[in-house]
């Protein structure tokens, strides 16, 4: 057996959350999410900048639970209707996920428990909702070790959400926005209040988030392709920070995913707009001048 530790309510302990070294690495985060808000400001074509970014997104955060599908496979799948396999489907239904949260922040600027399911349920395709059962677990798939138990009583779930949305949609909360991130995923997480679907839709909260707080205007920053390549480190200290309520080292893995893929974007953006003013370029010396900056951006990068 391993020892079954009650899920606190939010929030931790100051002096757990903000620790020097966290502050640190803060104002590195803070500083390169701040460049990335600044550039993509930049950018004709915000529509066509996240589509460029999103669909690299989702299909990097279903892959955190292995559900594996190559780019190739993602665009035939969106550029032809039918019967698609289920993961490329679960990818899809990801960005399809993205893209109605951000309509609902744009709509009401914060988000319900009910939005949430909704989430969960574009991702999921089904209507199983919070979970109700006790028997959910999380194990280790190699070992079938139980790694965590997440509280199981419907009541006590929908408790511990409502304390979470409270935290979630409050703008000045107690701690800094990008530290409350770490805290609110990894919260969020361990509720896990879903049958299945909950990495990928507390990943799109993550998204969402930043935009409540203003730190960027559109859903471009995505950690998954982080944790991907540090994935047993992700799944490790979410398990210490269970365990011994240590938060440190998560949370500066949470804030150093953020400055390291806020500076990947940024990366993104620069090569896009190089391409597509080489592209712009071209296609001004072309005869007859049937040259427009709009079909160019269009050709590029319509999905
Ligand atoms: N020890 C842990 N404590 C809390 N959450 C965890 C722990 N280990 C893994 N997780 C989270 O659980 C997610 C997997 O849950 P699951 O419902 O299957 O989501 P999905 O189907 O989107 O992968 C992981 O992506 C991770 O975010
Ligand atoms: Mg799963």
Redo the contacts with the bound molecule.
């Keep these: 057996m391993h020892p079954i530790k009650k899920l606190d309510k939010l929030p931790p302990k100051r002096e757990k959350v903000e620790t020097l070294e966290i502050l640190r690495q803060l104002s590195k985060s803070s500083k390169a999410l701040g460049e990335l808000k600044g550039i993509a400001q930049t950018m004709p074509n915000q529509a066509m900048l996240i589509n460029a970014v999103v669909l690299q997104e989702a299909k990097d955060s279903s892959e955190?639970?292995n559900i594996i599908t190559t780019q190739d496979e993602l665009y035939k799948a969106l550029a032809t209707k039918g019967k698609q396999p289920t993961q490329v489907k679960e990818v899809i239904n990801y960005r399809k996920a993205i893209f109605a949260g951000h309509e609902l922040l744009k709509k009401q600027g914060f988000l319900r428990l009910k939005d949430i399911e909704f989430l969960q349920k574009t991702?999921i395709e089904n209507n199983a909702g919070i979970r109700t059962m006790a028997g959910t677990v999380?194990k280790n798939d190699k070992t079938e070790e139980i790694?965590?138990t997440?509280p199981q009583e419907k009541g006590e779930i929908l408790d511990l959400l409502s304390n979470f949305l409270d935290h979630y949609n409050i703008t000045q909360d107690n701690f800094p926005p990008l530290i409350n991130l770490a805290i609110l995923h990894?919260q969020f997480?361990?509720i896990?209040p879903?049958?299945?679907?909950?990495?990928?839709?507390?990943r799109i909260l993550n998204i969402l988030y930043l935009i409540i707080n203003e730190l960027l205007d559109i859903p471009i920053l995505y950690l998954s392709s982080y944790i991907n390549e540090n994935k047993s480190e992700?799944?490790r200290l979410?398990?210490t920070v269970?365990k011994t309520d240590e938060w440190e080292e998560y949370i500066i893995y949470i804030l150093k995913a953020i400055e390291i893929t806020s500076n990947r974007t940024i990366d993104k953006i620069n090569s896009i707009k190089n391409l597509l003013s080489k592209t712009i370029i071209i296609a001004q010396k072309e005869e007859p001048k049937i040259y427009r900056k709009e079909l160019v951006e269009l050709l590029l990068f319509s999905t």
């Design positions: 955190i639970e991702i999380l790694v965590y997440p990894y997480e361990s896990h879903f049958y299945d679907g909950n990495g990928r839709t507390g992700y799944y979410l398990n269970n």
